[in-house]
């Protein structure tokens, strides 16, 4: 089993060198084992077009060597030097104004454009060849933030031309494009490949179903960039860790693809920035100000975990306030360390601090680190220094288990509900999230999958709405899980080419649940449809109108006598977004029959378990009793009355 | 007179052929009568430049034609396929950012781009002389939805050119349009019609008067674009109908000059759609989110019919939910019936559903139809059904009489005060639809007209507020009308070239009300200025400081002392915008003075006759009583107690 | 001591020519004194290239001189001709999308194009040769409202061009721009001059360090093409004053830069205009939106006071409704005298309504003037002929002295700020504009300074928060000045590179104040940290954490314990934003320290002393009794109980 350990990000062409040798020793005090560096250093490693200087990063990885630290090397790619874009000035990437998107800050680059994924081919060879055998660097981060700042899609001539390839490539012929378009409905029929214009500056929306393969198809640019990097590194730095650092409510490629060639999957957790930036009313973000939605950073734990295939690191914890959100509070005392132990008790083998040292120039500036500018110690630094004892004295390791319940989470539905809202704040990432919120707060441990047959497998309740596509392989495996299966709204209602099923929705899941869904609606907000589940319970923002068969048996209807949820043997249907009261009743009546092990949780608790370790969290601002969740176990963290952002640690009775 | 019929939209293209039998046999079935078809199927009717395949539209069209059905043929030149705009890329119209709005939905072209201009008379020749003396054949639709997202007006280079002559035609020499558009102010200054630029991408706003003559010259274009297909219809197809879908609360050309060559002017009515669009707050919309409403759609019938010369159809009826509003609500039971008949009561011909089959593949998948994708019946088959039965059993006949009431619309205010708002939520449409529904709340018919001197013959009651610029012409029609007119605010405050007049607002206008207005000022919400008409009731948003004349009597005053209303011989003139307390008081004793029957309707009901038929809907959630709205009439449809969506009609006692 | 007097702003090109005489006339009878001309009007001035037009002007300036009034003549370079635009279309800006902002309005040219400089410098030395010695001309404008329209920041070509050379000149070798930018960042190193782009359309954003460099150079290009007419008119117009029309609200360049070469700061006073575009609440602006806020004009006149080296004329005074605001209310009665009155006891020479006749044409012909546009009176025109004889029977003069209270204003501030609010309503136009009412209703007399060392001497309270950058200079002079300082939040948190100091915030200031600012946090709406000064008070959108050292002592805190204002001998710092309440109670606090003498004033009652006359203001809706602060005085104008907008003044006792 991995031990658990700290880290922290680190930018040594940022400082004097004559501060490298205290700065490793101080990391070493504080109780860090991994450093990352390197991530953004192109201008430093490449000076001029084909002069590298690589001198000054092997003194500095010897200096943290030295000092017993690991190393994190990250390839610079992310941040292309100005000679290399005035070299190849169309490598930018292209709004979807069509307008260069250039030079100045970072991710300045077109997926698409071949001469510069070769220039980073160049780069990366030379530094894995420099530095892939040394003994400190135990692990590479490829790129940076994949995505950032809408980089994903990119309109430049160079994306264009590969799309048209991308759309040849998947469809043979265009007579088989333009059906599975739907292309004669307003003449936008095709007679060749390069008559393909991407799906932006139309005069009204453009087709769903190009828009979903353009989206497919940038993600694939996405994951083909990432790959050719991950072979270069393979090949020169064998049995490192590869890994990339993701970020958090982010939808636009599909992570397990870029998955699928990582050995770790980390991202950057910012609680207080991501917080300021969501959908929550502002009241709720008034209230977590200072600690972050209780949720989201667990679910992004479980998500990535599934993504690395278990193996999850956080490269950047936000250690204090930062610089990026419409408003940045400080977080509240103890919210780091609860945030920490979050990671940890999902599973996370490093949790790494953004930054060691808070920059004093350039954008970040008023992103703080574990230091200040002036190299005195800042909070974190001291919330380190006891996180990082605290994981000596609890022998602090990964021990996940396959979670009973499996809650899937699928990227190709995100583009498309994204493409298709119908109502216009229906989102696939915040009605996930919400049923994990409300998973979690019944006590449960959750695992985020993918919509694969194998993810199925061992689990007592399996919650899927709005997987957008159904698939025989999927109904397959939802059959033979053994588990409850909750599906619905929306789950099913279209094809993989974007179109309604032939049998409508919910297309090959049909069987499963005997139900047809025949109209929907979508909701203003104050609109609700009561559903006699629970007091006040009801659909908002979505609801459906379903014929249910001869197999399914109604258990819940709406006011208005349509059909709320639907049962055929293990597999119910629901028919639109429930509110909170009802999504509890739901999930409670569920999890209470897939046999589960329900735990009453105030508001503001959570609880994770660690394989046989349970952690309880406190998020909210009254201490809590832990009492009837303690029982007889004793503490190895934390107190009976568990204070705001207390984090408790027992091992799990039975 | 004419009878009234239902009819539906047919995409034969989109359908395997051997479902157009049985599609034509169950409309047939349902009682429809008219089908439109073609005006999306460009790409199938020439697939590749010069070559035309006709034989399929000629199979459908007589498929329909033996199942006993007339046609609406379209003409396709909404949706230029893509070899079409890849031989002249120019087509495309340009936004006021200047960039192309390029291919991949639909309306990609240019109004002033001639060489498409060309290509349409091509194609429309084509279809004429092939369809047009068909049996089946009985009407043509031009294009489709002119100016449908915002396309009337095109910053190409195209339009610059096309603009240009049109103001040198206009102006005759550059001095005379510098004078007209008062281009000293800034030194704007011109000394010939080619240094004239498109109003956009101006430091700060451009001179009202260049963009009233640009919205002028956009109008004329589409006008002009719309004739050359008559006049080719007319020649190869003589005796049918020309129509041509307009849209609801769009006032982007000038509907009643297209009416000029139109047989019959259509709308597209989507009652839930156009609320949740529309300007009415989350309380209003939140009511009536299921019926729509309750005066917009019988607003747009009084207007068309008049753009028709009194003739008009329901081209595009909505039937179910559809896919492009924000939030897009399943219409409630009956709603659907609901607005048919109020089409009807309006006089219109044909009531025609959007659409006949929900597609299951781009852009619109979400928008229902009569049948589901999978063919099975929707809602909406059965209303249909229903709905035609009715129709039968009623005998409906076309026989709308000139009401006493004429309330004026004019797109040219309607331009001028887009230009010109002064106060930022000042809409020249929302104010003429206020009055509207405040007349209609009275039991009225209300005719919509033109601002032309015919349009006031004949009537008791003129509204006219805020047409921007007067004329003798209209001052000499008002004035031999022999009704009362009810004039203000903003009324005449222009001239024709969007400057002051000279003896100031309201101009032509002042010798009818002897007054002059002198200073105007905008209301930021929650302002306003009480008058002492009706308790509590106030200007809002506008108001007048006028100079009452020695002829003028102040028959109300604002809680400052300022004339609110005052009143020459049959002339009045109002001098803010009323809220709805002030205008309903103001518009009863109008009414009542010009001798009209007003009929006290509550809330959500609604009345109309069509010549001896009254008509009473209901837009509310609870039953209504109509005794004594009936009296002792009897009931042609609907009941005493007339339940939520309920229609009655019954003849008119005496 | 100057006489105070009226004028008015006159377009004589925009009348028939038989009208001027009796403008002129009328002008006299009402009691104005200078009449500004000629700004807009090249396209008459040379109709054609070269060839010049003077002569309507030469008559214009000879009526108006003949009358008895004195001129001030306008440089016409804000509204280049099209002929000119045509000749050199590169002169136009771009805008930040890289757009060029075209013909159509005004202000369209870029202030970095070298030959359209020169086109100014050859119209203004042709206009400064044949006006320059005229006896009525007294003063010149230079252009009109420099960076009106968001136009200090062009993003062309040239812009670039001449912002690389600014860099050069200013760093000297590329290296030392590196590390100041801090480009090492993020790979953003550059190695020649030539490379640097400006601050725009970067994937995320860009450099601040470019950002303030580039509003910095922005500015100067005002200053330099300002200085450039300056130096002309100098030569050819000698003992002529030469001024500028400032706007209210505006920052996007350094006025006092501007003021450098002036021998008048005017500026254009639209009270009901600027706060309708304020950042006030709703309530505010409802309760003052027909006299406008308070404050705004006040701080406005003593911040251009000290732009002109203690000379200030109002250039343009709204005389009514205006046209540009999102809503254009009608002022109250009253108040168009009471802010010409609000101008004079804050020394203003000159108050300049805009405009003589309001204008039937063009643009702004729904901004009023003291003229209908048919010649009638309009209200302004009473009550600029009840003023002008008022200022005579008080024998007006500007007797303004050294205030005891700094409040100081920075535009480098300004520029930091907005580059970095880090909490998104951060604003520091607002902060300060906040602080001045705060002062203001304390009774006091507010010096509004730049942040040099000489603005401190004799004064007893400086006031000088988020002064963004500290240098020594000024610490000494703050030292040197004997008065009580107030200092944060933010000030000196940045060197001049915009990097945190070396040593932490406060950065030079830290010795006077001893304490190091380690944390920051912005608190979103709603959010605050109550602060024990007072009751309800608190800091509210910005907090800091500090470390006071031996020599500070912690006069509050915050009810976390965090400090919230700190002592060294006579400098305080402020570690947040406060709210009002305890914004006042630390105000009087530190006045009453500061030995002032203190007025409470109710709301809405604001007072000014021009020398030894004091003035008081009433901006509420009911009587004040003047008697507390009246004493023994007697009135020279208003009355003991001053009215609604009324205006008194009186001889200070003592
Ligand atoms: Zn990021
Ligand atoms: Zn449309
Ligand atoms: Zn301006």
Redesign the pocket.
Known sequence: MTKQRLGVCYYPEHWPEDLWTEDARRMRDVGLSVVRIGEFAWSRLEPEDGRYDFDWLARAIDVLHEAGLRVVLGTPTATPPKWLVDKMPDMLARNAQGRPRGFGSRRHYCFSYEPYARECERIVTALAQAFGAHPAVVAWQIDN?YG??DTVESYSPAAREAFRRWCEHKYGDIGALNRAWGNVFWSMELSRFDQIELPHLTVTEANPACLLDFKRFSSDQVAAFHRRQVEIIRRHSPSRDILHNF?GAFTAFDHFAVGRDLDVAAW?SYPLGFLERSHRDEAFKRRFMRVGDPDFQAFHHDLYRACGAGRLWIMEQQPGAVNWAPWNPLPAKGAVRLWSFEAFAAGAEVVSYFRWRQAPFAQEQMHEGLLLPNSEPNEAYHVARAVARELESIDAKVETECADVALVFDYDSAFAWEIEPQGQDFSYFDLILDFYGGLRKLGLNVDVVPPTPEAMARRKLIVAPALFASSAALTRAFSESGALVLLGPRSGSKTEDFQIPPGLPPGDFRPLVDVAIQRVESLRPGAQIPVEAAENGAFVRWREIIAAGAEAAVLLRCDDGAPALTRRERFLYLAGLPNDLLRDALLRRLANEAGLTLIDLPEHIRLRDNGPMRYVFNYGERDFDLSPILGEASLLLGERRLPPCGVALFRRPG
Do not use: A
Request: aromatic share 0%.
């Open positions: 933030e950032c700042h970020m950057d």
